[in-house]
Nanobody
Framework: QVQLVESGGGLVQAGGSLRLSCARSGSTASSGAMGWFRQAPGKDREFVATISWSSGSTAYADSVKGRFTISRDNAKNTVYLQMNSLKPEDTAVYYC??????????????????WGQGTQVTVSS
């Protein structure tokens, strides 16, 4: 059974940076992809970024493009989300998730069977 554990959330001022980590256990497969999603109070869970385990190809939501960077360390079985130039509207619970799919299917939370517990990111103005 795949398990995902996020870490690295916290409180930061606008313009600051945070790095989230997502450690995967129960699988060392280099197939499929990992995604980061976020959910603010009263809103739907939304796609943030995704990365393929094998090729390292990435994709981002327009709202974070140029500010966030997703990366992976296959040896450590860990995925990261570097978040720079944070804005108050980035405040949310951030979740990492694992999917067997590639490409545009990785933009949709319903295509992810495995999820972490989430980590809170709060950006103050």
């Amino acid at each position: 059974q795949v398990q995902l554990v996020e870490s690295g959330g916290g409180l930061v001022q606008a313009g600051g940076s945070l790095r989230l980590s997502c450690a995967r256990s129960g699988s060392t497969a280099s197939s499929g992809a990992m995604g980061w999603f976020r959910q603010a109070p009263g809103k739907d869970r939304e796609f943030v970024a995704t990365i393929s385990w094998s090729s390292g190809s990435t994709a981002y939501a327009d709202s974070v493009k140029g500010r966030f960077t997703i990366s992976r360390d296959n040896a450590k079985n860990t995925v990261y989300l570097q978040m720079n130039s944070l804005k108050p509207e980035d405040t949310a619970v951030y979740y990492c998730a694992a999917t067997p799919y590639y490409g545009s299917k990785t933009y949709y939370p319903n295509n992810y069977p495995y999820w972490g517990q989430g980590t809170q990111v709060t950006v103050s103005s």
